[in-house]
């Protein structure tokens, strides 16, 4: 229950306002998809195992995501550097092409050509490579 309440506030949160400019002089772009990071986003959450949980919304053409992977730390500064177990950062695809590389939990993307699309977040090592933590799911815009 407290998951699902601190999961509605956050998406009440996202869904209120737009970005800060802070923010949007960070976000990535590639071709035409934006994907704007979201900052001081701070969700607890403790389980034995670990994965990655994506949750997802789609607002006016904009898609909110948010990811939580627990005993894992999202490192700008070691990117390319030798693993570190627990440490890495997320790499977005659409339509299998990778379009970001993420180092916040919360993000939106924006610019999708209006039909279906597939979305995958992959958790990676500092070494670029895959820890094996993957979640994929379809969206329409």
Known sequence: ???????????ISLCAGTPDAEAADETVHSSSVRVTPLQNIEVIEI????ELVVT???????I?????????????????SLHEQGEGHLRLYV?????????????????LAPGEHT????AVK???????????FSVTV
């Open 119 to 122: 979305i995958t977040v992959s």
């Open 95 to 111: 339509d299998d092409e990778h379009v970001a590389t993420l180092f916040e939990a919360a993000f939106i993307i924006e610019g």
């Open 1 to 11: 229950m407290k998951q699902a309440w601190l999961t509605f506030l956050l998406f």
């Open 64 to 80: 909110y995501v948010e990811c939580f992977l627990n005993d894992f730390v999202l490192s700008e500064e070691k990117a390319g």
């Open 126 to 136: 500092n070494d670029r490579s895959p820890y094996g933590f993957d979640s994929t």
């Open 56 to 62: 997802h919304k789609v607002k006016d053409g904009r």
């Open 47 to 50: 389980k034995s195992e670990q």
